[in-house]
């Protein structure tokens, strides 16, 4: 009887209840498991066991500038918590049998936003990093809210790409690269299927990749959204027709191939070059658009040969003298994926 009364209410809640807890509010995780040791046992086998519940992280992976000697040839890994659930990371990424091996490399940066909580890892470029890749993929959980490439030409960063789990998902892979080339297409063609990417950014400058419309329309029966920004190329201006690295080509065919894919959603944002969509292009953008028979969501800076406003097919279209939007009424007050 003293053994039976001495049992903490705690201790008699059934495992899926503690599991229902920890994922419903993760940052009563560190109190439960002060409560009893049978609680911390239940709360620390809930965090080694592969999460169902995404924490909503963002990783961004930079390959450090090789001009600084202290941190040349490393990679410089940086996953934003949402702050009420940094508590549950944290959890996560002790509970690991093998925490001790690479817990010491993770810091936690101060940052301004109050709302989320940074850690910081730096790996050689050089070496293999799948350990320490499982590792964190373990506790990042089965989802992860965005991945950002900041410097995607460089082969470190590409291996770091390709070495991440398969069974991860990644809502948003967001790319930066200065010079597209058919290894970085390969490499991000793979990425997207392997994790079902919904929604794919590109910060691009120039190209050497061969097929460039391809990779495009490729893209397009991948994912459901593209967010393009074609950044400025010295001796390219305004009234150069160039995006995604092309120069001299009509852009308007492939836009509405892609649409006819699984794409819905697409941004380009091209202010180096306002011409790479030709007045009869901006025509038969936002009249074919609408008629696609499909919610579109389009919006891309141009040089229109008119300003209108008008309703068409339960689609708004509006023409700025510097934008052109084709929206259907439900998700006009959607906006841009990436920011």
């Not at 202290?70 to 925490?99: G, H, I, Y």
């Not at 390969?186 to 994790?195: C, G, T």
């Not at 509405?256 to 699984?262: A, P, S, T, V």
């Not at 700025?320 to 439900?330: A, G, I, N, P």
Request: glycine share 4%; with cysteine.
């Amino acid at each position: 009887l003293k053994e039976t009364e001495s049992v903490q209410a705690s201790d008699l809640f059934p495992r899926k209840i503690v599991r229902k807890i920890v994922d419903y509010s993760p940052e009563s995780a560190p109190e439960l498991r002060l409560t009893s040791r049978s609680m911390k046992s239940c709360v620390d086998e809930c965090c080694l066991e592969r999460p169902t519940v995404p924490l909503g992280i963002d990783l961004s992976i930079l390959l450090c500038c090789q001009g600084e000697p202290c941190c040349a040839n490393q990679l410089s890994v940086t996953a934003r918590v949402p702050a009420r659930k940094a508590n549950l990371f944290e959890l996560r990424l002790k509970a690991r049998p093998d925490s001790q091996n690479y817990l010491k490399g993770i810091h936690r940066v101060p940052t301004t936003e109050g709302a989320f909580v940074e850690y910081r890892l730096q790996l050689d470029a050089q070496a293999d990093n799948s350990g320490v890749l499982d590792y964190l993929g373990e506790a990042v959980g089965r989802e992860i809210r965005e991945v950002a490439l900041l410097d995607c030409h460089d082969q470190a960063t590409l291996s770091f790409l390709s070495a991440l789990p398969e069974w991860l998902e990644i809502e948003q892979l967001r790319v930066t690269v200065d010079m597209l080339s058919d290894d970085v297409v390969d490499h991000l063609l793979s990425a997207v299927r392997k994790h079902s990417v919904d929604c794919f950014g590109l910060w691009i400058s120039q190209s050497t990749a061969s097929h460039e419309v391809n990779f495009l329309l490729r893209l397009s029966s991948l994912v459901r959204c593209i967010h393009i920004e074609q950044t400025e190329i010295e001796g390219i201006g305004r009234h150069d027709q160039y995006f995604c690295g092309v120069e001299h080509y009509d852009w308007t065919p492939t836009i509405l191939d892609m649409f006819e894919r699984k794409l819905d959603k697409l941004y380009i944002r091209n202010l180096a070059s306002a011409r790479y969509l030709s007045h009869n292009g901006c025509e038969a953008i936002r009249k074919h658009l609408p008629a696609l028979g499909k919610k579109v969501w389009f919006c891309a800076t141009c040089n229109p040969p008119v300003i209108c406003n008008y309703k068409e097919h339960d689609h708004h279209v509006f023409v700025s003298d510097t934008y052109l939007k084709v929206k259907h009424s439900s998700r006009l007050c959607e906006a841009c994926d990436f920011h």
